[in-house]
């Protein structure tokens, strides 16, 4: 908003304009501890890496969207690790039916069956719809990886994202190789991850878009508790991201 001071000097008045924008800060209400792997998993969709079998599993239980649902239509737990290169995820989701309504990968992607990985480098919070503040990589069946880009459209965004998917009947794990970008990401140029190191804290949000046979995604459950009525804010605000802090 624009704020209207009167500054009155010998007898003149001059009226200055300053625009205000009201800054709110990230509450780092969630922090999750991360351990370092000694050894870095595997991404092949099995989860018997050293790494996972010393680390905690962490819920994907809050509704986001949509009606309450049953165990059997979703469950989601997930694990976390990280090297000095990327972090890591292993993700357990059950889901009766996988749907992969729009083959192509950049039509209403958050309609199919995706997970959906939130980042903030810095852990700044803050909006970052149509800017690179922060990602929301959606990775779909098929493992292509979209967010909006900074025109304001869907841009495949697979070099951040190494996944592997392992699905035996209704459980399906995923492995998942994250590379974290800064602010100064630039969609139309060369850019090199960032180096990790222990005491790093990263904004973090995982989601699970769930579809089993509608015209638009049933549910959408996420790893964090949203206050307020809208909680699907995560594609626009990292405030409202988890904290990660990486340990040794
Ligand atoms: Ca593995
Ligand atoms: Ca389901
Ligand atoms: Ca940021
Ligand atoms: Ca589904």
Redesign the pocket.
């Known amino acids: 908003m624009n704020v209207y001071v009167d500054i009155k000097d010998k007898g003149k008045t001059e009226t200055v304009r300053f625009h205000y924008k009201k800054q709110v800060n990230k509450r780092n209400s969630q922090i999750t501890t991360v351990k370092k792997a000694k050894t870095n998993p595997v991404i092949n969709g099995i989860a018997d890496d050293a790494i996972w079998s010393h680390t905690d599993w962490l819920p994907l239980n809050e509704l986001w969207l949509g009606e309450a649902y049953a165990k059997d239509d979703f469950f989601g737990r997930y694990k976390l690790t990280w090297s000095k290169d990327a972090l890591y995820l292993l993700a357990e989701i059950k889901?009766d039916?996988?749907?992969d309504k729009n083959s192509n990968p950049l039509e209403a992607w958050w309609d199919d069956?995706c997970l959906e990985i939130f980042v903030d480098e810095d852990n700044s919070g803050g909006e970052h719809q149509y800017n690179h503040n922060a990602f929301a990589y959606h990775i779909a069946l098929d493992g292509n990886v979209v967010d909006m880009s900074t025109k304001k459209e869907g841009k495949l965004y697979n070099s951040h994202i190494e996944s592997k998917r392992v699905t035996k009947g209704n459980t399906s794990i995923w492995e998942v190789k994250i590379s974290l970008f800064d602010n100064t990401f630039k969609d139309d140029a060369q850019n090199s991850p960032v180096k990790l190191h222990v005491g790093k804290t990263i904004g973090f949000a995982l989601a699970y878009c769930?579809?089993?046979k509608s015209a638009e995604r049933e549910n959408f459950i996420g790893s964090i508790n949203v206050e307020g009525e809208d909680k699907n804010k995560g594609w626009i605000d990292a405030n409202i991201f988890g904290t990660l802090k990486l340990t040794n």
């Open positions: 889901d039916v996988l749907l069956d769930d579809n089993d």
